[in-house]
């Protein structure tokens, strides 16, 4: 990924910024880092929309975002204090806190599950029942393995009903090329997208809807410690975000428009202007203002994450999540 044109973008806003008089009382910016999840695109709208309109900058902050060369590290730096936030998401926090890495989320950014199982819309492959004797690919992610047993017997299968292929990160091309039936751990926001742009239909079993517990996709974290320590920052970075995030849901289209701007070698600009407005709803809709989370969503997820094995039984739901910031 090319950081050169986003590094001077976010330079000439910093400096017309300072020009005008937007920065602490001591006339300096407190440098902060963001590192994402993933290479820049839909689901991060309002973060570049937030940068764009200097709303870190008003509130003393220099933001440098970037994607991590192993972006499954981001909960492991955050919490060592590495990066002062992090894009990620609730289950891979709660397993980072049961891990004992200090993490907390504070905002929820995308309010259901983008993860789903896919298959061609030819295929007939229609809900979790369908499924019986087919050939499943996945990523090799064991929660995405529970999280497709749940699916299941929800129809009254087991995971021994069907035939699981490790198709690493090819999920798409597995799946157009009659590799596998299905796929479990592609976003309905962005892989669905992919097949269509290859003439295609798709079949998509939405999580929540297939016995899952409802979860957070993906969640802004802080670790304890910045909390804790620096909640003046925290508090002004999530104001940012929120802002930023309210521009992007007013405007959808527009905010591909300042995403483009910043990453004009990286965006995928057919796939986001679809993906943005699958986003939109998800970012505010239901929730008091964007950025809530809701403490029995946490219960019931972490509750399920311990029946399955994937967190120890002393991890404490309501410790992984704050709304303090939110509420401000």
Not at 3 to 9: A, Q, S, V
Not at 248 to 270: F, G, I, R, Y
Request: aromatic share 8%.
């Amino acid at each position: 990924m090319s950081k050169t044109p986003f590094g001077l973008f976010v330079a000439a806003i910093m400096l017309i910024a300072i020009a005008c008089g937007s920065s602490d009382s001591d006339g300096e910016l407190t440098s902060v880092s963001l590192a994402l999840d993933w290479f820049p695109n839909s689901n991060h709208a309002g973060i570049f929309e937030a940068i764009d309109r200097g709303y870190f900058v008003e509130e003393g902050l220099d933001v440098n975002v970037y994607t991590p060369s192993d972006p499954s590290t981001v909960l492991q730096t955050v919490g060592a204090g590495r990066d002062d936030f992090g894009i990620s998401y609730q289950p891979e926090l709660l397993q980072a806190r049961s891990a004992g890495v200090p993490v907390v989320s504070v905002m929820g950014i995308v309010q259901h599950p983008l993860n789903s199982i896919m298959t061609l819309g030819e295929s007939g492959l229609e809900s979790p029942g369908d499924l019986k004797g087919q050939r499943i690919g996945h990523t090799n992610n064991p929660s995405n393995q529970a999280m497709l047993a749940t699916m299941l017997a929800e129809e009254g299968l087991t995971i021994d009903d069907v035939e699981l292929v490790d198709v690493g990160f090819n999920l798409v091309p597995a799946l157009l090329g009659g590799t596998v039936d299905a796929i479990i751990g592609a976003y309905w926001t962005h892989e669905s997208i992919l097949i269509e742009q290859e003439g295609k239909e798709v079949n998509i079993m939405r999580m929540e809807e297939w016995g899952l517990p409802d979860f957070y996709e993906l969640i802004l974290a802080a670790s304890e410690n910045t909390v804790a320590e620096r909640p003046d920052v925290v508090e002004g970075f999530v104001r940012a975000m929120r802002r930023g995030f309210e521009v992007a849901e007013k405007n959808p289209q527009a905010s591909v428009d300042t995403l483009l701007k910043a990453n004009p070698d990286t965006v995928n600009e057919p796939l986001e202007r679809k993906g943005v407005d699958l986003l939109q709803p998800l970012w505010g809709g239901g929730v008091p203002k964007i950025g809530w989370q809701d403490a029995s969503r946490w219960e019931s997820f972490t509750a399920w994450m311990k029946a399955g094995g994937f967190i120890e039984a002393n991890v404490d739901a309501s410790a992984s999540f704050t709304n303090e910031f939110v509420a401000k």
